[in-house]
């Protein structure tokens, strides 16, 4: 897919291959024929001309957001307690704010083409990826620890921990990333095969992200009152960031099933499942935005 909301073409290339019996027009209409009306696939013209737009609306409201953000946490040092304490919102203030600053190359790259090169492109990727790791993290262990309500040593020694831990993640997804020349240059996460290591690997980090560590820790506050009671004031508004990105761990579990021919999909799932994945992407990206302003709100209440 390509990053950072969505689909492009040389995914639509790989779900048609597993298919069989594909091929294009001038109108850039993929499509398959199913002994009946071809299938036709425009979402690709569709994301050319949103995408870029949306990413840059997104980033603007993303810098503002996250400026009036870090104002708040300079002017009301004292106004922070936990769970939602200083040093726990300035973190996910900078990983929200790194995640936004790789919007305006990534939407000039899909509007105009990537013509920065294969190692930008996959640095771009492990930028991206280190900031959801690192904010998933860190809402991960502010959910469930107070280490976060001073900043001293033992604080200091986690946040080191859960950067560096969060690069490390975040490094198979530029190994697996690179770009395409199909018909322009563009910069996509998913250059090799589905079934290659980086990539499963890069994909299985993924859904522990986006799923498996939020479950686990939904199941481990109803479990656990002490947790429970941390909910109070609101540590459930850092949890938007977990909301906005589960349905893209799910479109990325299905993805994967699709394209290992694990599921053998019908007409209507071909035509109409990159604009569920790339919506629920572009759900996602919304976190750098929205995120900003629900943790303003909850400490203004």
Same mark, same amino acid.
């Given at each position: 897919?390509?990053?950072?909301?969505?689909?492009?073409?040389?995914?639509?290339?790989?779900?048609?291959?597993?298919?069989?019996?594909?091929?294009?027009?001038?109108?850039?209409?993929?499509?398959?024929?199913?002994?009946?009306?071809?299938?036709?696939?425009?979402?690709?013209?569709?994301?050319?001309?949103?995408?870029?737009?949306?990413?840059?609306?997104?980033?603007?409201?993303? %810098?503002?957001?996250?400026?009036?953000?870090?104002?708040?946490?300079?002017?009301?040092?004292?106004?922070?307690?936990?769970?939602?304490?200083?040093?726990?919102?300035?973190?996910?203030?900078?990983?929200?704010?790194?995640?936004?600053?790789?919007?305006?190359?990534?939407?000039?790259?899909?509007?105009?083409?990537? =013509?920065?090169?294969?190692?930008?492109?996959?640095?771009?990727?492990?930028?991206?990826?280190?900031?959801?790791? %690192?904010?998933?993290?860190?809402?991960?262990?502010?959910?469930?620890?107070?280490?976060?309500?001073?900043?001293?040593?033992?604080?200091?020694?986690?946040?080191?921990?859960?950067?560096?831990?969060?690069?490390?993640? %975040?490094?198979?997804?530029?190994?697996?990333?690179?770009?395409?020349?199909?018909?322009?240059?563009?910069?996509?996460?998913?250059?090799?095969?589905?079934? #290659?290591? %980086?990539?499963?690997?890069?994909?299985?980090?993924?859904?522990?992200?986006?799923?498996?560590?939020?479950?686990?820790?939904?199941?481990?506050?109803?479990?656990?009152?002490?947790?429970?009671?941390?909910?109070?004031?609101?540590?459930?508004? #850092?949890?938007?960031?977990?909301?906005?990105?589960?349905?893209?761990?799910?479109?990325?579990?299905?993805?994967?099933?699709?394209?290992? =021919?694990?599921?053998?999909?019908?007409?209507?799932?071909?035509?109409?499942?990159?604009?569920?994945?790339?919506?629920?992407?572009?759900?996602?990206?919304?976190?750098?935005?929205?995120?900003?302003?629900?943790?303003?709100?909850?400490?203004?209440?």
């Amino acid at each position: 897919s390509q990053s950072p909301s969505v689909l492009e073409s040389k995914n639509s290339l790989d779900l048609l291959e597993i298919m069989g019996n594909l091929s294009y027009d001038d109108s850039n209409m993929t499509f398959l024929d199913y002994d009946a009306a071809p299938c036709h696939n425009q979402y690709c013209p569709l994301f050319q001309r949103v995408a870029p737009t949306f990413l840059a609306v997104t980033c603007a409201m993303a %810098a503002l957001g996250t400026g009036a953000l870090l104002v708040a946490l300079a002017k009301r040092p004292h106004a922070w307690g936990w769970p939602q304490s200083r040093a726990l919102v300035a973190q996910v203030a900078v990983g929200m704010g790194l995640f936004a600053a790789l919007l305006p190359p990534v939407a000039v790259g899909i509007g105009q083409g990537w =013509q920065l090169g294969t190692g930008l492109c996959r640095l771009t990727h492990l930028l991206w990826h280190w900031s959801l790791f %690192a904010q998933g993290l860190l809402v991960g262990s502010g959910s469930c620890t107070t280490a976060w309500c001073r900043w001293n040593p033992q604080s200091r020694r986690l946040a080191v921990a859960v950067w560096a831990g969060a690069l490390l993640l %975040a490094t198979p997804a530029a190994l697996a990333s690179g770009t395409v020349a199909a018909p322009e240059t563009s910069c996509i996460r998913r250059s090799v095969d589905i079934l #290659s290591p %980086a990539y499963l690997l890069h994909l299985a980090l993924c859904l522990c992200l986006f799923l498996l560590l939020p479950a686990v820790l939904l199941a481990a506050t109803l479990a656990m009152p002490r947790l429970r009671a941390g909910w109070e004031p609101g540590i459930g508004v #850092s949890w938007l960031f977990f909301g906005l990105w589960v349905p893209y761990g799910v479109g990325l579990a299905v993805d994967f099933f699709l394209q290992a =021919q694990l599921l053998q999909p019908n007409c209507g799932t071909f035509e109409h499942f990159d604009y569920v994945l790339g919506l629920s992407e572009g759900l996602g990206v919304l976190h750098c935005c929205l995120g900003p302003a629900a943790l303003l709100a909850a400490q203004l209440c």
